[in-house]
């Protein structure tokens, strides 16, 4: 009898690590989509702030050299 109590506990245990194990599986699922979605997220920021810099570095050379050697406004 002590046997069978021993096999139903390591059975309990076993399926205990079981489902925790598929648990896990569906977490790591949702934080790799999650991941995914924040990488794209960065990766369009990146761009646009790359877009960003060049527009700004195309209006700094439009400035008139008295400008840039002065800073905005001519301080």
Not at 25 to 34: F, G, I, K, M, P
Not at 56 to 65: I, K, S, T
Not at 66 to 75: E, L
Request: aromatic share 2%; net charge neutral.
């Amino acid at each position: 009898m002590a046997n069978q109590t021993q096999i139903d506990q390591i059975t309990d245990r076993v399926e205990r690590l079981l489902m925790r194990y598929e648990e896990l599986q569906r977490t790591n699922a949702l934080l790799r989509n999650e991941l995914g979605v924040l990488t794209q997220e960065r990766d369009s920021l990146k761009s646009r702030l790359s877009a960003a810099r060049a527009r700004v570095d195309a209006l700094l050379e439009r400035l008139p050299e008295n400008m840039n050697a002065n800073g905005a406004g001519g301080n």
